[in-house]
């Protein structure tokens, strides 16, 4: 079990540094969140808007047109707004208007 432990470790270390940096490396995905989050309010704006960053940039070519467009949606309504209700409301706002 020990050994198990050991070999899975490093597995674990190096997947999350992986995925870094394909993020890191995509300078549309790098201006998405440098622009989107630049006069963010709120921890669960941000959370929102980077979630929508990559899904059109890391993600972008498996999304359907409604979905690419619920993401826009999202990044042009959250950037500067400050409360969790107000947020909350713009996203299902976005998923109304793009039938999601």
Same mark, same amino acid.
């Given at each position: 079990?020990?050994?198990?432990?050991?070999?899975?470790?490093?597995?674990?270390?190096?997947?999350?540094?992986?995925?870094?940096?394909?993020?890191?490396?995509?300078?549309?995905?790098?201006?998405?969140?440098?622009?989107? @989050?630049? /006069?963010? #309010? =709120?921890?669960?704006? &941000?959370? *929102?808007?980077?979630?929508?960053?990559? %899904?059109?940039? !890391?993600?972008?070519?498996?999304?359907?047109?409604?979905?690419?467009?619920?993401?826009?949606?999202? @990044?042009? /309504?959250? #950037? =500067?707004?400050?409360? &969790?209700? *107000?947020?909350?409301?713009?996203?299902? %706002?976005?998923? !109304?208007?793009?039938?999601?």
């Amino acid at each position: 079990m020990r050994k198990l432990a050991y070999l899975l470790l490093p597995v674990t270390l190096v997947t999350p540094l992986s995925a870094l940096a394909f993020v890191n490396d995509n300078p549309d995905y790098n201006q998405c969140i440098m622009h989107s @989050l630049a /006069n963010s #309010q =709120s921890s669960f704006a &941000a959370r *929102a808007i980077s979630d929508s960053c990559d %899904a059109l940039y !890391r993600n972008g070519e498996l999304l359907l047109p409604r979905e690419r467009a619920y993401h826009v949606c999202v @990044l042009q /309504n959250l #950037q =500067s707004v400050r409360g &969790a209700f *107000a947020v909350n409301e713009i996203l299902h %706002a976005c998923r !109304r208007q793009n039938q999601m």
